[in-house]
């Protein structure tokens, strides 16, 4: 008799907990203030952001497969070519991936020479042996074409803003800034919600100051050099503005990188960090220090010095060169 009673006991103990616990959680669920229209479109953009990232990591673990080279790649282009006439008939999303792989082999074919010259400008400065590799002309107005052409006809393909801003980026190394702004241009107003749309825009922020200051360059008809500091005492550097200019463009990303992250720490962080750097023959950044700033946060400013530092510019056949550089970096969202 007692067992029983003690069994039913156990039970009704057991009912009551699971009766606590649901109220106790119950409650809060319907008292929970409803959210604002802000919260709600927050929430949306957040998970857009969400599901372009998990996007672009899929596409980029797609696109990490081995890429055809000589015969092999022409070979793919004829084909992908030959694929694409047949999509003059008929408009389909695989028409679409038709394109997009056409001007990822556009853009291989173009950077082959290039490859090839970085191994052979590595080996002729591992031994010092033969003539020094010229570096060519590369061109990536098919690959450009292509992609414009793919924006125009499937604006919404989801491999499009990486496309663009990946191109972009080789097109400003390359020195073809004007193909780059149209890229660029595209992409911050086709996808304006894309991961890649914040380091676009600073990218064209930094063509057009590199457009004020040439204006700024054309009206005067003799510019004077800037005289180097006390680390060299060569008056003028052989060093281009132009080779310069390439190697920044190159590290924006990584400093955009830096400002969204203290971004996120900061908010309404923005400003101009002016960065006096020194340039040896060799290309290594052998002094780097803040002179002006805007931004009033010292880390920031700690950090893209020390990211300027670490930047290694294009070799110079000089003894002794050092070219001094000021730069202002202009961080906005």
């Known amino acids: 008799m007692n067992n029983v009673l003690g069994l039913r006991l156990r039970v009704v103990l057991k009912v009551a907990v699971i009766g606590v616990l649901f109220c106790g959680t119950a ?3 319907f008292s929970q203030k409803p959210k604002s229209k802000q919260e709600i479109e927050a929430q949306i953009r957040e998970l857009d952001r969400k599901k372009q990232q998990e996007q672009t990591n899929r596409m980029k673990a797609a696109d990490a497969n081995s890429h055809p080279t000589g015969q092999e790649l022409e ?3 004829t084909k992908y070519e030959q694929l694409l ?7 389909s999303d695989r028409c679409a991936d038709v394109m997009y792989t056409l001007g990822s082999l556009y853009y291989d074919r173009a950077r082959e020479p290039m490859e090839r010259f970085n191994n052979e400008m590595k080996e002729y400065e591992r031994t010092g042996r033969g003539q020094e590799p010229v570096r060519p002309n590369v061109s990536y107005d098919e690959t450009s074409e292509m992609y414009l052409r ?8 989801p491999k499009l803003p990486e496309a663009l801003y990946v191109l972009s980026h080789y097109c400003l190394v390359a020195g073809q800034l004007n193909t780059a702004r149209t890229l660029l241009t595209q992409l911050v107003q086709r996808f304006p919600n894309s991961p890649r749309a914040s380091a676009a825009q600073s990218y064209l922020n930094e063509l057009a100051r590199m457009d004020m200051d040439n204006n700024i360059n054309k009206a005067r008809p003799e510019p004077n050099h800037e005289k180097l500091d006390s680390l060299t005492s060569n008056p003028t550097s052989v060093r281009s ?3 310069i200019q390439r190697i920044v463009m190159q590290n924006m990303a990584a400093l955009r990188y830096a400002y969204n992250k203290r971004l996120r720490e ?3 962080l923005s400003g101009k960090i002016t960065v006096k750097f020194a340039i040896d023959e060799f290309g290594k950044v052998i002094y780097a220090q803040v002179v002006a700033s805007t931004m009033a946060d010292t880390e920031l ?3 893209v010095v020390s990211k300027v530092k670490d930047w290694t510019f294009e070799y110079v056949d000089k003894p002794g060169d050092v070219a001094e550089v000021t730069y202002p970096f202009t961080f906005s969202q």
């Not at 006439?85 to 408009?91: E, I, L, M, Q, R």
């Open 27 to 29: 409650v809060p669920i």
């Open 75 to 77: 070979a793919a282009i």
């Open 85 to 91: 006439n047949g999509c003059a008939v008929k408009k």
């Open 150 to 157: 793919l924006s125009r006809e499937y604006p919404s393909y």
């Open 241 to 243: 503005r132009a080779s």
């Open 266 to 268: 900061k908010p309404g």
């Open 301 to 303: 400013e700690t950090i």
